[in-house]
C-alpha cells in the first residue's frame, strides 16, 4: 500500500496533468512518471496503474479523468479519500471544469449543434461494468448526485447545450416556426415547473425536459425531485429526462420516458417533516 504522503503527490500531480489535458496544452506523462519516481521512491510501473486507479476513482465520483489512464479498479480504499481531500482543498476545480462546460454550451448554442443521443445504458444493451458495484459505493459515499444538483453552473450550461439540440433539431426538421418558440422554463419562470425546456416534437406535440448533466460517465447517479416526478406521471406523454454526462468533453446524451421507474432505481433521500 501507497503511503499518504505517496498518494497525496500522485493525485496532486495527476491534477496537474488532467488541467492541462482539459485545456489542450502539451505535457509529457514520461516526464512526470520521472519526477514521482524521485518523490514518491516508487518503480514507474507502479506509478503507471496508480493512475490508472485515480481515474477509476474519478470515475466512480462522476468527474472527467485523463484518456490515456483507462480506470482500474483494484485500489485501495484510502485513495478515494486522498482524491476526495484534493477536490475539498481546492473548490476552485469543480469550477474551473464547469466554466469549460460553460463555453463548450455557448459555442453549441451559436453553432446549433446537434448533441450525439443514444439509447439508454441498460443490462441488455449496455451490460453494466464488473466494477459497478464499487463505483456505486464510491458515489454513494461522496454523495455525487448531490454535488452536481448544487452546481447551478453545470446545470445551466447542461440546460443551455439542450437547448441548442432542440433548435437545431427542430430547423433541420423544418421547423423553424417551433424552433422560435421553444422557451427555457427554469430561466424565465424559476425551477417550480417539473421541466427545464419546453421544446416540441417535429410534429407539434409538446416536449418538456428536464435536464440533468454531469462531467461523469452515463451511469452516475443523479438527483430527481418530487415535483419532477409528479409532473412526469401528469403529463407522461410529454415529459422527458434528458441525461447529459461526459460534459466536460464531448456531451453525449440519453433520454428517458416515463414511468421512470422502469429505467432507474429511486430511492427517497430526504422528507419534509410537518409538526402535528
Given at each position: 500500500?501507497?503511503?499518504?504522503?505517496?498518494?497525496?503527490?500522485?493525485?496532486?500531480?495527476?491534477?496537474?496533468?488532467?488541467?492541462?489535458?482539459?485545456?489542450?496544452?502539451?505535457?509529457?506523462k514520461?516526464?512526470h512518471?520521472?519526477?514521482l519516481?524521485?518523490?514518491?521512491?516508487?518503480?514507474?510501473?507502479?506509478?503507471?496503474?496508480?493512475?490508472?486507479?485515480?481515474?477509476?476513482?474519478?470515475?466512480?465520483?462522476?468527474?472527467?479523468?485523463?484518456?490515456?489512464?483507462?480506470?482500474?479498479?483494484?485500489?485501495?480504499?484510502?485513495?478515494?479519500?486522498?482524491?476526495?481531500?484534493?477536490?475539498?482543498?481546492?473548490?476552485?476545480?469543480?469550477?474551473?471544469?464547469?466554466?469549460?462546460?460553460?463555453?463548450r454550451?455557448?459555442?453549441?448554442?451559436?453553432?446549433?449543434?446537434?448533441?450525439?443521443?443514444?439509447?439508454?445504458p441498460?443490462?441488455s444493451?449496455?451490460?453494466p461494468?464488473?466494477?459497478?458495484?464499487?463505483?456505486?459505493?464510491?458515489?454513494?459515499?461522496?454523495?455525487?448526485?448531490?454535488?452536481?444538483?448544487?452546481?447551478r453552473?453545470?446545470?445551466r450550461?447542461?440546460e443551455?447545450?439542450?437547448?441548442?439540440?432542440?433548435?437545431?433539431?427542430?430547423?433541420?426538421?423544418?421547423r423553424?416556426?417551433?424552433?422560435?418558440?421553444?422557451r427555457?422554463?427554469?430561466?424565465?419562470d424559476?425551477?417550480?415547473?417539473?421541466?427545464?425546456?419546453?421544446?416540441?416534437?417535429?410534429?407539434?406535440?409538446?416536449?418538456?425536459?428536464?435536464v440533468?448533466?454531469?462531467?461523469?460517465?452515463?451511469?452516475?447517479?443523479?438527483?430527481?425531485?418530487?415535483n419532477?416526478l409528479?409532473?412526469?406521471?401528469?403529463?407522461?406523454?410529454?415529459?422527458?429526462?434528458?441525461?447529459?454526462?461526459?460534459?466536460?468533453?464531448?456531451?453525449?446524451?440519453?433520454?428517458?420516458?416515463?414511468?421512470l421507474?422502469?429505467?432507474v432505481?429511486?430511492?427517497?433521500?430526504?422528507?419534509?417533516?410537518?409538526?402535528?
Amino acid at each position: 500500500d501507497w503511503t499518504d504522503e505517496q498518494n497525496d503527490a500522485i493525485v496532486a500531480d495527476y491534477f496537474a496533468m488532467l488541467a492541462d489535458d482539459l485545456a489542450g496544452r502539451s505535457y509529457s506523462k514520461a516526464e512526470h512518471n520521472r519526477m514521482l519516481q524521485v518523490t514518491t521512491g516508487r518503480p514507474r510501473g507502479s506509478i503507471e496503474y496508480k493512475h490508472q486507479n485515480i481515474s477509476a476513482v474519478l470515475q466512480g465520483l462522476g468527474e472527467t479523468w485523463i484518456p490515456g489512464y483507462k480506470p482500474a479498479f483494484n485500489f485501495q480504499a484510502s485513495l478515494a479519500d486522498v482524491v476526495k481531500r484534493w477536490l475539498d482543498r481546492h473548490p476552485e476545480w469543480l469550477a474551473s471544469v464547469a466554466q469549460l462546460g460553460v463555453h463548450r454550451a455557448l459555442a453549441a448554442f451559436a453553432e446549433e449543434a446537434i448533441l450525439w443521443i443514444g439509447p439508454p445504458p441498460t443490462h441488455s444493451n449496455h451490460p453494466p461494468p464488473a466494477e459497478l458495484e464499487q463505483m456505486t459505493a464510491i458515489a454513494w459515499k461522496y454523495d455525487v448526485a448531490e454535488r452536481d444538483a448544487r452546481n447551478r453552473l453545470l446545470g445551466r450550461a447542461g440546460e443551455e447545450r439542450v437547448l441548442a439540440h432542440e433548435r437545431a433539431s427542430l430547423r433541420a426538421a423544418g421547423r423553424t416556426d417551433l424552433a422560435n418558440r421553444i422557451r427555457w422554463t427554469s430561466k424565465l419562470d424559476g425551477d417550480g415547473a417539473g421541466y427545464d425546456i419546453e421544446s416540441f416534437e417535429p410534429d407539434g406535440n409538446r416536449r418538456l425536459i428536464e435536464v440533468k448533466t454531469t462531467n461523469g460517465w452515463e451511469r452516475t447517479p443523479f438527483h430527481i425531485t418530487n415535483n419532477e416526478l409528479e409532473v412526469a406521471k401528469a403529463r407522461r406523454e410529454e415529459w422527458r429526462l434528458v441525461r447529459l454526462w461526459n460534459f466536460a468533453r464531448e456531451p453525449r446524451a440519453f433520454e428517458l420516458r416515463p414511468p421512470l421507474e422502469a429505467h432507474v432505481s429511486l430511492m427517497a433521500t430526504s422528507y419534509q417533516a410537518t409538526l402535528f
